[in-house]
């Protein structure tokens, strides 16, 4: 039997679910200033992935890079998600507005 897909999917699976939670906890903590981070470290590992000669470690951290850059959308998501009140504002940081328009407030 060949588990490399079953491996594959299941790191998948982990990596999308690890990026969930991050990018709530990054925008709440420094709002979208981070998104040139995640560019980064996105690009990074879709580079990365590339010279990996392992199937299975080559697809996870391309996986890992892809979820970094779909992450950047997230993360603008999730600060229109908290201008409408859906998701907690962080009361100790400092918030502009100037996109307040784009949720419809």
Known sequence: MYFTGIIIAICTFLTIGIWHPVVIKTEYHWGTKPWVIYLAIGLAC???ALFIENTIISS???VFGASALWGIGE???QRRR??????????KRKHDYEDAADTGR
């Open 75 to 77: 993360l603008f998501a």
């Open 60 to 62: 996870v951290v391309g």
């Open 82 to 91: 908290v201008l409408r009140g859906w998701f907690p504002m962080n009361p």
């Open 46 to 48: 879709i580079i990365g």
